[in-house]
């Protein structure tokens, strides 16, 4: 196998292995708690770039037929692509036309057509797809590539703009998805993607983010190698805080002036080592201890305590699974796609808000850590102890 940046053949490292995981967002109904599916979780580093990757992958329409996820349950998501939006209406005018890649419900593409643009969408989640099209917005089901854009010959350089945020890592063949983003992009347009980032993943230890459908995690300078290749001119780039840590990027198939803050993040990259895989073999150490400790720490703590999570996103499951968590009582989540639903591999129950509200738990482990502040903004009524795992275990 090819690395998905350099294309180097064959020339990858073990960094973590994981050992059989449930799917992240496998969550089980009632009916389907004797459900025992889990695959290899083994994460590589290129030896000749750092790429972090999953070199196996799981058949897409497995990961994303039926998604649990939905973007504008997520409060600081919804500011975010609200905020997202604006910042696309600076950069072209309204009219343009705009394609966005893995739209989930349309939380980008709702504000996008508000502000006066052309938008379509195109998502992998049949579910999802429907709750997009409620809104009466053109949102295709399937999955874009180079198939795609060959049964769709009038997507070819028709677009202003696309955007894909954080969906692209979970693409296996991210060099047909770069050649279809070049391709149906008009000369002058612009690709704006967002994903998971390298550096932040390094420095957070944010192993809790290494699940099956993220199968790459980009620097700027391993991004920068792939779409070169394929036409695509990165000239600008930012650090968001959004999912812990991402990338934003912006690039174009004309060659533009690369912004100071991208010469930045390049020199940082070079600096924190991030292209070589010996950076990334410790990463996978001190990834492995902290799973232990949190799980040496928490069991004990269950005897005498009730200790629930908040949070069932693709984290817990990592972190249910990996530090054998089976003893948490309950998982708090805000989204009613998950309500009265069960944790893959755990079988922890998913419960609302609102449930949570009535049972006030001794400790609060909070899975999905880089909501915190959210999080306990919005449960203030809360007198126990929040727990946070990373990027070290604390209470509060």
Known sequence: MKCRSCAY????????????????????????????NKYDLEIYSCKSCGLVQILDHIDPNILFNQYSFSSSTVLPLVSHFENLAIEISRLIPPGSTILEIGCNDGILLSPLSKLGFKVQGIDMSKNIVEIAKDKNLEVDFGKFDLAWVDNN??????????????????????????????ICLKNDG????????????LNKLQWDTLYHEHLTFHSLTTLRQLLLRNGLNIFDAELIPMHGGSLRIWASKETRSISHRMNIILEREVQENLSNFRTWAEFGIKSKRTIDNVSKILEPLAKN???????????????????????IRYVVDASPLRYGKYMPG?????????????????IVLVTAWNYLENIKKNESWYPGLWCVPLPFLSFS
């Not at 009038?154 to 770069?178: A, G, M, Y």
Request: charged residues 25%; negative net charge; proline residues 6%.
């Open 9 to 36: 053949p064959d020339n990858f490292e073990l960094i973590l292995d994981l050992g059989l995981m449930p799917l992240a967002g496998d969550f089980l109904e009632k009916t389907e708690l004797s459900k025992k």
């Open 153 to 182: 010959p009038s997507f070819v350089e028709k677009f202003d703009l696309i955007t894909c945020s954080n969906s692209f890592p979970h693409n296996f063949d991210q060099e047909s998805l770069s050649k279809a983003f070049s």
């Open 190 to 201: 612009v690709l704006i993607l967002e994903i998971m980032y390298a550096g932040d993943l």
């Open 305 to 327: 305590y009730e200790i629930a999570a908040y949070g069932a996103a693709g984290k817990a499951t990592m972190w249910m699974n990996a530090c054998n968590l089976d003893f």
């Open 346 to 362: 755990t079988l922890n129950p998913i419960v609302s808000p609102e449930d949570f509200r009535s049972k006030s738990p001794d």
